[in-house]
């Protein structure tokens, strides 16, 4: 069974820092891209970031760029989320997904998502 498990979220000051994690289970992200999405509440589901397993590309947001950063760790199976200089309107539900055709346009696997809230 293909499963995607987010992890990592949290209430956090404006300007610190957290880091997301996404663990994979039923695949390998080798496989696949893999991507964040936020949503807060009455506001639609958004992009932030992606990183492709076929050529090892990275994808950011105009949002969080130079504040966020992608990253994995095949040998956990586990793609990361560096969360750096945190803003209040960062503050979503974050969601990692799978895309298995490692384009980082169609996803195919959603997670749970975390909670992450930044205070001013």
């Known amino acids: 069974e293909v499963q995607l498990v987010e992890s990592g979220g949290g209430l956090v000051q404006a300007g610190g820092s957290l880091r997301l994690s996404c663990a994979a289970s039923?695949?390998?992200?080798?496989?696949?891209?893999i991507g964040w999405f936020r949503q807060a509440p009455g506001k639609e589901r958004e992009g932030v970031s992606c990183?492709?397993?076929?050529?090892?590309?990275?994808y950011y947001a105009d949002s969080v760029k130079g504040r966020f950063t992608i990253s994995s760790d095949n040998a956990k199976n586990t793609v990361y989320l560096q969360m750096n200089s945190l803003k209040p309107e960062d503050t979503a539900v974050y969601y990692c997904?799978?895309?298995?055709?490692?384009?980082?346009?169609?996803?195919?696997?959603w997670g749970q998502g975390t909670q992450v809230t930044v205070s001013s």
């Open positions: 990183i492709s397993s076929s050529d090892g590309s990275t």
């Open positions: 039923g695949f390998t992200f080798d496989d696949y891209a």
């Open positions: 997904a799978a895309d298995r055709y490692r384009g980082c346009s169609e996803y195919d696997y």
